[in-house]
């Protein structure tokens, strides 16, 4: 969830792209670096008030991206205030003693600068991108509203109203973003990613100013912090502008400890089926449990993501060769691994079905291709053509600063490592056959999983 996040660093299929820019609580796709010298590797350090501090070294153009991480997202919200982490995101844009409310993106623009904010469910981001001599102005002013931020009935109340019109916008509006928020909760039960980013409506209606205060001071310290600085600057450089405007910053409270419910994973195959009068043209989706990036370690991970390029990675993949080109049942079908979260990853499939085809007959399908693939494993020419187009993907996404700045911020954020975001593209092009079955056999042999239909038609 973001004031406008942006582009997803990854190329996705343009139907998965949709679905999963309105689903809320789906991560954005995660680029892990590329192959360079070790003399490009970030290097970091720690600020004697806790904050991480890590330069990432891209000397292109006179240019910077900063960002300031928080360890806190809607995974951490108190039972009751749901959609506080974005709400206060919203809020942080309002003033503070030296920026009168309103005036930061516009300081922002009038040096030539971009600016904006992002939440999920393990963090909150907030970044520049500016000119590499204004870096010193953006450092102040975030440093400034980590510590001074002001917030009155008359600021907060009608960003509340904002919020909700998104919510709104987002969700409520949006069948497909109905169909997966039911279908993650489903699959998630109780656990908050079960739940939206954006938070119960009726929640949200009820966040009070005291409210977001006590968000602010609990986990907006410099402890829960991590300052990223993308761009033409060295950790040489950027120390002693870290020092000055983070280093003086006193912890206002202690370092966060999440202490969140275990997922429980449903103990039987469950499908959900939304019909919806805005609804045109069927879709069927289908999740399953997986492991997280950094629970499923470091081999298994990237067989992960080559599994999901194998199988539905876009026009060479095989379920689109096999449904879409030959047997003609599919207009569209791909897969995913979301792998950046803490506590939990999932699979994904989508699939449209042609025009006047049935869905059930292009589930049986897809069945049948997991089923062959479970069975006969996957072709060097495919093993070799996925870690290609992955390996391509994260060059390409190492010409955007921002990309390169975010995709560290998560992957720290969701409990990697520098030396494991670095070294992600020599852990794909080491993934063999063997590896890529057996995170088939993980994921899609035997396991639990939800199946969504979104349909055309009245009523739920």
Do not use: C
Not at 25 to 51: C, H, I, K
Not at 114 to 126: I, K, L, V, W
Not at 291 to 319: H, K, M
Not at 416 to 433: G, K, Y
């Amino acid at each position: 969830m973001s004031r406008s996040r942006f582009p997803a660093p990854r190329i996705l299929g343009s139907a998965l792209a949709i679905l999963l820019i309105v689903a809320l609580g789906a991560a954005v796709w995660f680029w892990r670096g590329t192959e360079v010298t070790v003399s490009d590797a970030p290097q970091s350090f720690r600020l004697s008030n806790g904050m991480e501090v890590l330069a990432i070294p891209d000397r292109r153009a006179p240019v910077v991206t900063h960002m300031v991480w928080y360890r806190v997202g809607a995974a951490d919200e108190t039972p009751g205030k749901t959609g506080f982490a974005h709400f206060l995101e919203h809020l942080m844009f309002k003033g503070t003693k030296e920026i009168a409310p309103g005036q930061f993106s516009r300081i922002v623009a009038r040096n030539g600068g971009q600016d904006n904010a992002f939440t999920h469910y393990e963090y909150t981001g907030y970044f520049q991108v500016i000119a590499k001599d204004r870096l010193p102005l953006v450092m102040k002013m975030e440093a400034e509203r980590m510590t001074g931020l002001q917030l009155t009935d008359a600021e907060v109340l009608p960003e509340r109203d904002v919020v909700l019109e998104e919510q709104r916008s987002r969700v409520e509006n949006n069948p497909m973003a109905l169909l997966q928020a039911e279908m993650n909760a489903a699959l998630y039960g109780d656990h908050p990613y079960g739940r939206d980013i954006i938070g119960h409506k009726q929640e949200i209606a009820a966040l009070t100013t005291e409210d977001a205060l006590d968000f602010y001071n609990r986990f907006y310290t410099p402890n829960n912090a991590t300052l990223i600085v993308a761009g033409d600057i060295s950790l040489d450089e950027l120390r002693p502008l870290a020092e000055e405007h983070y280093g003086a910053i006193a912890q206002r409270a202690p370092t966060f400890v999440r202490d969140r419910p275990a997922i429980v994973w449903p103990e039987e195959d469950k499908r959900v089926i939304r019909r919806d009068e805005r609804v045109n043209q069927p879709t069927w989706l289908r999740f399953y449990p997986a492991p997280d990036y950094s629970t499923a370690g470091a081999r298994r991970g990237a067989a992960f993501d080559v599994l999901a390029e194998i199988l539905g990675g876009g026009q060479t993949s095989r379920l689109y060769r096999n449904l879409v080109v030959t047997q003609g049942v599919a207009a569209s079908v791909g897969a995913w691994y979301e792998g950046s979260r803490l506590d939990a990853g999932k699979f994904g499939l989508y699939a449209l079905p042609r025009v006047g085809g049935s869905l059930a007959d292009l589930e049986q399908a897809i069945d049948d291709e997991i089923a062959a693939l479970l069975a006969e494993g996957v072709t060097d020419e495919e093993l070799e053509r996925a870690k290609t187009v992955i390996a391509a993907g994260a060059v390409y996404a190492r010409d955007n600063q921002r990309s390169m700045a975010y995709a560290y911020g998560e992957g720290l954020m969701t409990g990697l490592s520098v030396d494991d975001i670095h070294e992600w593209p020599n852990r794909i092009r080491a993934v063999t056959a063997a590896d890529v079955a057996e995170a088939a056999r993980a994921v899609l042999d035997g396991s639990v999983s939800v199946t969504g239909e979104l349909l055309p038609g009245g009523g739920a």
